[in-house]
């Protein structure tokens, strides 16, 4: 899961632009970043670190045009190289710079055919879109809007997974696009004749950008060099967009696929305190785990009639734990991380809400330190169902080994963190929360996938995974 920013000015210099962008979804990636802007030839700036760390001014001044693109990295296998930082840029025989947020499935098929005619420089999904993309407008005898839009027709027949894109490609412009099934998010807006893509209307209205609508799946956009808009609809689409980014991933501020966020973690809440009712748990207070349950954990204070309470405190100066990369870390950034207010934890039976359960261990580091606190009892809520089916389509729980609560009771699982209670969302509760009547990608819930997945593409998963740790 990463964040992209596209950015098409009709005048002067777009970098700041990307840049405070890239810094409104720093959420989506910590790992690494950069930026591709286009004036004359392709400018390239990226590598490890936060947006505020790399992108420093020196390196911005080299970054000239009115069109460009940037991208925040959230590896979801091992650490990843610096190489596979994006954006990633072909000078010839034309030039374009590419980058997006997803997760090719059938990668190395693709790789290898490719192969054959292009040299990989990474180990990045992200090449074999570009490649696919250079060698379909190689093939046309005129670079122009249909020529394009045939060229991401081909990427949508060949590839498979997750992908919401943005390019610039040298004499046409910047072009987005969106996966058939639109798993991943892309919005874009207008502002004084200026167009912006990004994985969340967050960065349009920090900017001031008008939001206009979601990129339907399925569909290309063109903003020509002369600032034309010109779309269409390569294939028909089928929305299951990936149902985490309003249990955990988005701000809570944005709106995706017209669900605002925060309203459905709101709902989230207040579904999620019927099944605690059932339970008949009786809380002293309700404490969320900041900072994503914070809406939930209101909700359920306020269904349940008990006192809500901000106890634990976090370091903004730590990342996001669920998308660091490695167990270990995880576990040793959640201690230094949140910090509890004893006084309103001590001798008090403390419920906490947490958007998710994954791995387990980031939940029973939560619940150590609230006991140490003086807590008498500690009951544990999931805003989301167990997780038990990897994810295929870019989020750092690839493997059934990963999870918790796969093959267990939930009496064991909750014995596992030390909770003295713990409660699930339901799936029926989380879909109708979030969206009645929509379609979602839910395959870490129920094991049901949106694309065709393969056996042998979980062994190879699998066995990769074994590899790295």
């Known amino acids: 899961m990463c964040g992209i920013i596209g950015v098409y000015g009709n005048e002067g210099s777009v970098k700041e632009t990307i840049l405070l962008g890239l810094i409104s979804i720093q959420h989506r990636g910590q790992d690494a970043c950069g930026i591709a802007t ?10 490890l670190g936060l947006v505020g760390q790399f992108l420093t001014p020196g390196r911005l001044k080299n970054l000239h045009g009115n069109v460009g693109i940037g991208h925040v990295r959230y590896p979801t296998i091992g650490k990843g190289a610096p190489e596979d930082a994006q954006p990633f840029c072909l000078l010839a025989p ?12 059938n990668y190395k098929e693709l790789r290898k055919k490719l192969s054959k005619k292009v040299k990989f420089k990474s180990k990045c999904d992200i090449e074999v879109i570009l490649y696919t993309l250079a060698e379909e407008l190689k093939k046309a005898d005129r670079l122009n809007p249909q020529t394009i839009f045939r060229s991401v027709e081909r990427i949508f027949n060949l590839v498979c997974g997750s992908y919401s894109v943005v390019s610039v490609i040298e004499g046409a ?9 639109g798993i991943k998010p892309l919005v874009f807006g207008m502002k004084d004749n200026s167009y912006m893509f990004a994985s ?12 206009v609508r979601d990129v339907a799946p399925g569909e290309a956009i063109l903003i020509t060099k002369g600032g034309k808009f010109l779309s269409k609809t390569i294939v028909k689409g089928n929305l299951h967009p990936c149902i985490f980014e309003w249990v955990y991933f988005a701000r809570p501020d944005s709106v995706i ?18 099944e605690i009712k059932k339970t008949k748990t009786k809380a002293d207070v309700v404490i969320p785990i900041p900072d994503t349950a914070r809406a939930s954990a209101l909700s359920v204070a306020q269904q349940l009639s008990v006192k809500y309470r901000e106890g634990l405190i976090k370091n903004r100066y730590i990342g996001r ?39 387990g261990n980031t939940s029973r580091e939560i619940i150590n330190l609230v006991r140490n606190a003086g807590a008498k009892e500690v009951y544990f809520a999931s805003s989301s169902p167990p997780l038990k089916y990897p994810c295929v389509y870019g989020i750092d729980m690839q493997t059934r080994s990963e999870f918790i609560a796969r093959g267990k009771k939930i009496e064991d699982v909750e014995k596992e963190i030390g909770a003295d209670r713990l409660v699930y969302q339901t799936l029926e509760g989380l ?14 819930f ?5 694309t065709k997945v393969s056996k042998e593409t979980f062994r190879i998963i699998e066995k990769e995974r074994r590899s790295r740790h």
Do not use: W
Request: aromatic share 6%; glycine share 6%.
């Open 257 to 274: 696929d017209n669900i605002s966020v925060y309203e459905a973690r709101l709902r989230l809440g207040k579904s999620l305190a019927k």
């Open 321 to 359: 734990t669920f998308i660091m990369p490695e167990d270990d870390e995880r576990k040793r950034k959640v201690r230094s991380k949140l910090n509890p207010i004893r006084s309103e934890i001590n001798n008090r039976k403390v419920l906490l809400i947490d958007d998710s359960i994954v791995r």
């Open 38 to 47: 286009f004036s004359q030839r392709m400018h390239l700036e990226k590598g």
């Open 200 to 211: 969340e209307s967050v960065a349009l209205e920090v900017l001031g950008y008008k939001m």
């Open 431 to 444: 879909i109708n929360s979030i969206g009645r009547d929509r379609n979602f990608c839910t395959a870490c």
């Open 173 to 181: 412009g910047l072009l987005a696009f969106r996966d058939p099934y």
């Open 446 to 450: 129920n094991g049901v996938y949106p």
């Open 94 to 105: 034309r030039g374009i710079a590419i980058a997006h947020n997803g997760n090719v499935i």
